[in-house]
């Protein structure tokens, strides 16, 4: 459904829906401040927000050719895809 879904770890609620991806979410990270990238089909990297009960994306990153299989994040912050 080209969404990223958060969930309660302890109760199993669901928490929030992000919304920003046209095709199917591949992979995803979490930043030591609660920041949260996704890849996808769509060959874009989403950046959110996401705490205290809100979540807001904030950009897509574009410029891969193809999907995008896989993120990790470095101890200084940097994003590699």
Do not use: F, Q
Not at 20 to 33: I, N, Y
Not at 50 to 57: F, L, T
């Amino acid at each position: 459904d080209n969404t990223v879904r958060v969930w309660s770890g302890d109760t199993g609620a669901h928490l929030a829906t992000l919304r920003g991806h046209a095709s199917v979410v591949m992979c995803l990270t979490v930043g030591p401040d609660g920041t949260v990238y996704s890849g996808s089909e769509d060959t874009t990297i989403c950046v959110w927000t996401h705490g205290r009960g809100e979540s807001r994306h904030i950009r897509a990153l574009e410029g891969h050719d193809d999907t995008v299989r896989s993120l990790a994040l470095s101890n200084s912050c940097k994003l590699y895809s």
